[in-house]
């Protein structure tokens, strides 16, 4: 039996049976590629065994490895880097500290915390230095723990296993450059060469990303004005390019912001081309923009480096034939990697988002693997944070599914997506996140005081009331925030980004300042100069003696957050039956009215098909040359609608009006 075929059998790499074979005494050579078939019977009968102690292989070989950077790291003496908050279980192992002695530490100085439970910069220097350790600052730690952290959920999401499933999809290609070496023109360029676009008049939307068609072959193209995009994605782990064209001008050479482009493109480790635009122009100098491209590694082609450098003029269109060609023939070399599986749920990054006053919250998705469907759950972080309403491509059309590589505008989402989300389609919403582990986060969260955080949680519920709660004791502390626990609701909520036990100090000061957040005592007081500057900075700090009233004011405060209910009440409807005009933001057509009656300065939902497109206003309603306030059923008018949408012959309007009253909270404390 091939050595491949009894790999693939035991869902085990070649190389890792080689070393299977090593541990049962089983040697077969290095470049074999055959084994005794009687051999490869005795190893799949006997495999839960083999298998177990290949397990075991394994797992002291990680903790050798463990032991051997303990050990060096003990015998070092430099400064601990340390992120602005940490947990102190992963503290106490950076500084090399029994994780008792660490929280005994922190207990001295005022703080209770468990192994799981963070603590910011500041407390962790000082509880360091008393054990005559020395530690600065590193906030890119962060970034670098929470890029891991994404890039290695993104690559389980792609990873697959069943070869046979995977297909080859589009490159997908980032353009980056310094703002006037001419990026957009050649991007624009592009767009004006792809038979796709011209034969549908070119691209009627901007979304962030798009396709052309060359030669039968598609590419992907992602627009990131000023590297906005691209690095925020890249801040977060979701590598979505597979390779880059670096745009550098003939005539300037390399530029600060081309610096920039090549030091992203190398923490992307994506390959890339450079295009040398303006070439047209008079004082263009190849050689010399080679020569500084060779300074910062990226030596050309011709002159035996690795770089494929292509010179262009966007402005003429010249070398566009041979950029493209470059870009397909770097894309052939990568195709192991351009491969999907486009028949599993889909996998997507968000690369752009925003929300229209009349669609309401937009993204555009790049789907990496997986097919997306009209009609897909979309989720995020285990979150269900919508439904496919409306799939759109790059051209405005509307599609039904998108298979890998391919850009599609999506409507549907119940709040707008981030830049560099991971969204994950599924048949089903996914189930409620569980009680525990809800608490679970939170714990481990408690001690967490940064803006970021704060302001990204803002960001996803939007009516958040973040807090720091102190308590005299640990059973006051703890039964509040039991209370606190219980009052769940989607659309607010109260955030504890810090807790302990004591008067209120400057440190609570500090992090209520930094996330925006009020100061909560029970049992305690701040001393007059801390009122005082609390009072100067304008941070609010109430105090309590009883907990119900603690929570009724809580409750009362996140019951003035929630938005108003806004009652549809339909007045009537009709059906478009000419088009007169349109301009910018205002069309006028002619309907009939078919039940209820039309009133001007109504809202109205267009409908095509049965599918809901949007809302738009009318502004005016007229029955031949005069203006009406009112259009009774079985009529024909003339009617102006205001908003971005377009209606069509046969249409549906509906026409209602909208009122608003405050809503209620009830939680069960």
Avoid at 618 to 643: D, F, T, Y
């Amino acid at each position: 039996m091939n050595v491949s075929e009894l790999a693939r059998q035991l869902h085990i790499s070649i190389q890792e049976l080689r070393d299977v074979f090593s541990l049962i005494g089983l040697h077969i050579g290095y470049r074999a590629i055959k084994v005794d078939a009687k051999v490869a019977k005795k190893v799949i009968a006997n495999w839960p065994e083999y298998q177990k102690i290949w397990e075991a292989h394994k797992r002291k070989l990680v903790e050798e490895e463990e032991q051997k950077k303990k050990e060096q790291k003990a015998v070092q003496h430099d400064p601990v880097a340390l992120p602005p908050v940490i947990t102190v279980k992963i503290f106490a192992e950076r500084i090399g500290v029994p994780l008792t002695r660490v929280i005994g530490e922190l207990m001295k100085n005022g703080v209770l915390a468990s192994l799981n439970e963070r603590i910011d910069f500041d407390t962790a220097a000082i509880v360091a230095a008393e054990f005559g350790i020395e530690t600065f600052s590193d906030k890119s730690e962060t970034d670098r723990a929470h890029e891991v952290t994404t890039q290695e959920k993104l690559s389980a999401l792609l990873q697959e296993h069943d070869a046979q499933a995977l297909a080859h999809r589009p490159p997908v290609v980032v353009v980056m450059g310094h703002v006037d070496h001419g990026k957009t023109k050649l991007l624009d360029a592009i767009r004006k060469t792809d038979v796709v676009a011209g034969e549908s008049g070119g691209i009627t939307q901007h979304i962030g990303a798009y396709q052309i068609e060359r030669a039968g072959r598609r590419i992907t193209f992602i627009d990131t004005p000023g590297h906005e995009a691209f690095t925020s994605m890249r801040s977060r782990g979701a590598r979505i390019a597979d390779l880059a064209i670096l745009v550098v001008a003939a005539d300037d050479g390399v530029m600060p912001q081309t610096e920039e482009a090549i030091r992203i493109i190398n923490q992307a480790h994506i390959p890339l081309v450079v295009a040398v635009n303006k070439m047209d122009k008079p004082e263009a100098n190849l050689e010399k923009t080679k020569t500084m491209l060779a300074q910062f590694d990226l030596l050309p082609e011709d002159w035996g480096g690795k770089i494929p450098v292509v010179p262009i003029s966007a402005l003429k269109g010249d070398g566009l034939d041979k950029l493209l060609e470059m870009v397909f023939l770097v894309a052939d070399v990568e195709g192991d990697r351009l491969r999907a599986n486009p028949h599993k749920p889909a996998v997507a990054t968000v690369v752009e988002a925003h929300v229209d006053k009349g669609e309401g919250p937009v993204a555009t998705l790049l789907v990496q693997a997986g097919t997306l469907h009209q009609g897909d759950y979309l989720n995020v972080d285990g979150v269900t944070l919508g439904r496919a309403r409306m799939l759109r491509n790059d051209q405005g059309t509307v599609v039904v599914a998108a298979d890998p590589s391919t850009p599609v505008q999506v409507l549907g989402f119940k709040q707008a997506a981030t830049i560099g989300d991971i969204v994950e389609a599924s048949a089903k919403a996914l189930t409620k996140i569980s009680k525990a582990r809800v608490r679970a986060a939170e714990s481990a969260q408690a001690f967490t005081a940064t803006t970021s955080n704060a302001q990204e949680e803002q960001s996803r519920k939007k009516h958040i009331i973040p807090v720091v709660l102190k308590a005299d004791v640990l059973g006051s502390l703890e039964a509040i925030i039991a209370q606190i626990e219980k009052m769940e609701h989607p659309e607010v909520g109260i955030k504890i980004i810090a807790k302990g036990l004591g008067n209120v100090t400057e440190s609570d000061l500090q992090q209520a300042q930094a996330a925006n957040a009020r100061i909560i005592g029970f049992h305690v007081h701040a001393l007059p100069e801390i009122a005082l500057r609390a009072k100067d900075g304008g941070i609010a700090i109430t105090y309590y003696d009883v907990i119900y009233e603690l929570t009724k004011q809580l409750k009362k405060d996140l019951a003035d957050l929630l938005p108003l209910i806004v009652e549809r009440k339909l007045l009537g409807t009709a059906q478009i039956i000419a088009l007169f005009r349109e301009a910018e933001k205002l069309q006028v057509a002619g309907c009939r009215v078919t039940g209820g009656t039309l009133t001007a300065d109504a809202h109205v939902t267009i409908l095509r098909n049965g599918e809901v497109l949007g809302v738009v206003r009318i502004v005016r309603l007229q029955i031949g040359k005069q203006a009406v306030v009112e259009v009774p059923q079985g009529s024909e008018c003339g009617i102006a609608l205001e908003g971005k949408l377009r209606v069509q012959e046969q249409d549906v309007l509906e026409v209602f009006a909208e009122q608003t009253k405050k809503r209620t909270l009830e939680f069960t404390l």
